[in-house]
């Protein structure tokens, strides 16, 4: 099996964001922790799975688009 140097690259920075996350982050899980918790991980899978060959550029870049979209819903959302 072929190691992919980017694809050790992309783990590491997920790794280190996953980790830089729980260090800044406050007590207790909220609306915005749990969102931003989420569109970490679902950046890292999508990463590594595209960088796999397991899903196609056009299924990346939606995805991608769905993130900003979902991302600019959380940051721009009026309180309760």
Same mark, same amino acid.
Do not use: R
């Given at each position: 099996? !072929? ?10 920075? =997920? ?6 996350? $729980?260090?800044?982050? *406050? !007590? /207790?899980? /909220? *609306?915005?922790?749990?969102? =931003?918790?989420? &569109? +970490?991980? @679902?950046? =890292? +899978?999508? =990463?590594? &799975?595209?960088?796999?060959? *397991?899903?196609?550029? *056009?299924? @990346?870049?939606?995805? $991608?688009? #769905?993130? @900003? /979209?979902? #991302? ?6 009026k309180g309760e």
């Amino acid at each position: 099996m !072929e190691v992919s140097y980017l694809m050790c690259g992309v783990f590491i920075i =997920s790794v280190v964001s996953l980790i830089g996350f $729980f260090k800044t982050k *406050k !007590e /207790g899980f /909220g *609306k915005f922790t749990i969102s =931003s918790l989420l &569109l +970490i991980m @679902i950046i =890292s +899978i999508s =990463s590594l &799975l595209y960088l796999g060959d *397991k899903i196609d550029e *056009k299924s @990346i870049i939606n995805l $991608f688009f #769905a993130i @900003i /979209g979902f #991302a600019g819903g959380l940051f721009t959302s009026k309180g309760e």
